[in-house]
């Protein structure tokens, strides 16, 4: 249709998608620019360039916030839920594909239903059993919570996966002698790769950038993650914008290289799990 | 079923079971310490009373409208845009995702420090040009569209990516079709792109309407609420009585108003995909 379109219709399409682009940049473009002025820089005219490179707010950032120990906890947290949420919901996804599980449509449907609720519904009495047990500023239980909120998703999508496998592949591997978990682990997972590798870059990030729960869940100084960690920070040093923007971009720069590497998988990955056909 | 059983254990015991205590704890008066007592519907009389109640009820409303215009709309342009360009669809794909990859937290103190802050923000800005703008999140009649605009602008790119998908899925036979028969572009998103479409629009309206009513890290880190609960939503009432108050039965009630919006949006949505999958 590009050769039918008039070339004023062309035109005018970039120039809107340009205007899109600026609105979309424009503030990030802020956050590197003041992450490199003085305060007082910022203040004399906060859209100037700066004057000088003002790389010391970066460093500033890292020691003022403790900022090391924090991306740390994040990566570890990000790390297990991307691990428990890769291995349970493709296991879930290939029952549901399979409709191997009685039941499989309450199943799907009961795993709908619980990402439309708020998170308010179930945080408080988790929160006062966690407290109970001691389970406040565990990892590996956080990263429990992360896998059960973001699991429907992920089995959603990855079902769709399996379901493009072709059943006779799975029969000439029953027929040669494998069982059921032999043909899941040995035939179908590898089929599977990119999906399953999808659902990691998505969950990763949406671990990594988490707040409320992060900071439910992990409160003791040591244990923060970096977003929460930052989230003080602000609080602290609110004057200093230059040295919060430095922090946001320490924080950012690891998700934008990852998405920047990954970013055909996730954009096919988050439309697939949202148009349908 | 052992396939499905750690997924599945994990989902109840972190969300079902806490979800049927949060049930219970709306009709029991319970200070988190001593034993919990039965009081039948007095936490939600006790919320019907708060006047903030109504105002939050009335905010999520507000930007449910809002979400269901604004970024739908730009997404929409944007999308359909890229289908008749065709240099850049990549660069402008990822570009107009980059806010969708930031933290939150982060979105939320990058605008609140560079944009709106009358010092060392945008608005500061416009102050060295004469314009004197107060702090838009400090300002109760401006504070919940302050926020609810930093939602959009994180969230309307993910949008665009989405609509561009479904576009490009719909038949380039209709719309060569249409092309022939002298059609321009309006009358192309008129009469063919937007019906082909369609239930991709309508999911993500319904998911707008669901997400509207969870809507909670951007007012928390923005305002917490305030100036004066302007810009107060359902879902940091429920914390605010919660954590703050230590009222954990109206909290419980709260939440349960919001679960009840999200039920209704979700058969909603079950019955037009069935009347959709009869014709």
Request: glycine share 6%; charged share 10%.
């Amino acid at each position: 249709m590009n050769q039918t379109l008039g070339r004023s219709t062309i035109a005018l399409s970039y120039l809107v998608l340009a205007i899109g682009a600026i609105i979309a940049i424009f503030p990030l473009a802020l956050m590197v620019v003041s992450a490199l002025k003085t305060s007082a820089e910022i203040v004399a005219n906060p859209l100037a360039l700066p004057s000088a490179l003002q790389w010391v707010n970066f460093s500033r950032a890292w020691t003022d916030a403790q900022l090391g120990r924090s991306l740390l906890n994040s990566a570890e947290v990000t790390g297990l839920t991307v691990v428990l949420i890769c291995t349970t919901c493709s296991m879930a996804a290939y029952a549901l594909a399979r409709q191997a599980t009685p039941g499989w449509r309450w199943i799907s449907a009961y795993l709908l239903a619980t990402t439309t609720l708020p998170i308010q519904l179930y945080l408080f009495p988790l929160y006062f059993g966690y407290a109970h047990l001691g389970l406040i500023d565990n990892v590996f239980a956080l990263s429990l919570v992360y896998t059960a909120i973001f699991s429907p998703f992920s089995i959603f999508l990855l079902r769709t996966y399996f379901l493009a496998i072709p059943r006779e592949i799975e029969e000439a591997a029953i027929v040669d002698g494998a069982n059921r978990w032999q043909v899941f682990y040995k035939v179908c997972l590898p089929l599977v790769s990119p999906g399953i590798l999808t659902v990691a870059v998505i969950s990763g990030l949406n671990t990594w950038n988490e707040f409320l729960i992060s900071s439910t869940f992990l409160q003791s100084h040591d244990a923060q993650t970096a977003v929460v960690r930052f989230y003080t920070l602000g609080g602290q040093y609110s004057s200093d914008w230059g040295e919060i923007m430095a922090a946001a971009i320490l924080i950012v720069a690891p998700a934008l290289v990852f998405f920047l590497l990954m970013q055909r998988r996730f954009i096919e990955g988050m439309a697939s799990g949202s148009v349908k056909g | 079923m052992p396939f499905l059983l750690p997924a599945l254990v994990i989902n109840i015991v972190i969300i079902l079971i806490p979800a049927l205590l949060t049930v219970a704890m709306a009709f029991v008066e319970w200070d988190g310490v001593s034993t919990p007592t039965f009081v039948g519907l007095d936490n939600f009389r006790t919320i019907f009373a708060d006047p903030v109640f109504f105002s939050a009820l009335l905010n999520n409303i507000k930007w449910t409208l809002i979400f269901l215009i604004i970024p739908i709309a730009m997404g929409l342009v944007a999308g359909s845009l890229l289908l008749v360009v065709r240099r850049g669809r990549t660069f402008f794909q990822i570009v107009y995702f980059l806010p969708v990859i930031i933290a939150t937290v982060v979105v939320a103190r990058v605008w609140q420090g560079m944009i709106y802050n009358p010092e060392s923000g945008l608005v500061g800005w416009l102050k060295l040009y004469g314009v004197a703008l107060s702090d838009p999140l400090a300002n109760p009649p401006t504070a919940l569209y302050a926020v609810a605009s930093v939602d959009v602008w994180h969230w309307w790119g993910f949008l665009a990516v989405i609509f561009f998908a479904a576009l490009r899925q719909v038949d380039m036979a209709q719309i060569d079709a249409a092309m022939l028969d002298g059609a321009n572009f309006p009358q192309l998103m008129r009469y063919v792109l937007l019906p082909a479409i369609r239930p991709t629009i309508t999911l993500m309206m319904i998911m707008t309407v669901i997400w509207s009513f969870l809507a909670f890290d951007f007012v928390y880190v923005l305002t917490q609420g305030g100036p004066a609960y302007s810009s107060e939503v359902l879902s940091t009432l429920s914390y605010r009585y919660a954590f703050y108050n230590y009222t954990v039965g109206p909290a419980a009630a709260v939440a349960l108003v919001i679960s009840f919006f999200g039920l209704v949006a979700t058969v909603f949505y079950v019955r037009i995909q069935q009347r959709e999958g009869a014709r």
